[in-house]
């Protein structure tokens, strides 16, 4: 049970970090990430019976199998996105995989833990649904369709979380609106530094 204090606390952290504090990934002397935002599509909202997800679209200059490779090296995520503290593969069966997942809001000042449950359908989607932890609901998905011959990828993203009783979901939904297009930064930067290492055109 969380307390009425901490309730307050909670709500306070939130307002702060998703107004207030611009992402940590902006920060980072290893890419341009001012260059690489500006590229991603405009953030959209689709409407799935009663649930909404916030969308958007980027062109990778890497294959599809090149992104999908980073997208799915689960154990090595937290080296990739900046709001991964953690990242690990805790069971697969099938084409699912279970992954547990700690992510720190803009700012660190609030950390949260769960497991998705992740069907992977190779070559174009991944999926995942809430398995348990933090949240009331987290799902979403990846969808990257080639072009260029299958030397670029139009990766597609979209994701839906519903904080539950103590997270006000318009927060909630800033804070996953501000985060995507330094998502977007991180993959993009990783799947190309990894088509340049592979020496692929």
Do not use: C
């Amino acid at each position: 049970m969380i307390s009425s204090g901490s309730r307050v606390w909670i709500l306070a952290a939130l307002a702060i970090t998703t107004i207030f504090l611009a992402p940590m990934s902006l920060q980072s002397e290893e890419i341009d990430s001012m260059s690489l935002i500006n590229q991603v599509q405009p953030l959209n909202e689709i409407r799935v019976g009663k649930k909404l997800f916030t969308t958007s679209d980027i062109i990778i200059n890497a294959s599809p199998s090149q992104v999908w490779e980073v997208l799915t090296d689960y154990d090595r995520a937290t080296e990739i996105f900046s709001n991964l503290t953690k990242s690990k593969i805790i069971s697969t069966s099938g084409s699912v995989k279970k992954v547990a997942f700690t992510v720190v809001t803009e700012g660190k000042l609030l950390h949260f833990s769960y497991v998705l449950a992740i069907t992977e359908k190779r070559p174009e989607i991944i999926e995942w649904k809430r398995a348990s932890g933090d949240f009331k609901e987290n799902e979403g998905y990846w969808k990257l369709t080639p072009l260029n011959n299958g030397k670029s990828t139009l990766v597609k993203y979209a994701k839906h979380i519903d904080g539950g009783l103590f997270f006000p979901q318009f927060l909630v939904r800033k804070s996953v609106r501000s985060s995507i297009p330094v998502i977007f930064a991180e993959l993009k930067n990783a799947s190309e530094l990894k088509k340049v290492a592979e020496g692929k055109p």
